[in-house]
């Protein structure tokens, strides 16, 4: 908060700043088995509701379609993955 006395006015001015705090994983994902040519889900869930999630899988960033789903409701981020191959590990 920063406050600033004007000698000609009776009024101040006063600017708040706020930094917002980053989301935070209050459950990682955990592991999970599935047969090839199956679905898995992955779940984690946030510290905020509905904070941004980018699903990545090592440096390539995930994009919906018909082989990955990305859902999200409040705090819990889901990764559906379809037609699983050994390559998906």
Do not use: N
Not at 49 to 70: C, F, I, N, Q, S
């Amino acid at each position: 908060t920063s406050f600033f006395p004007s000698p000609t006015c009776s009024r101040s001015k006063s600017y708040f700043y706020f930094i917002a705090l980053p989301a935070l994983f209050k459950q990682e994902l955990q592991d999970a088995e599935a047969e090839e040519g199956g679905a898995v889900t992955l779940r984690c869930e946030l510290t905020k509701p509905k904070a941004p999630v980018e699903w990545r899988k090592g440096d390539v960033t995930l994009h919906p379609g018909l082989k990955y789903e990305m859902r999200q409701q409040g705090c819990a981020a889901e990764l559906v993955i379809y037609d699983l191959e050994l390559d998906d590990s």
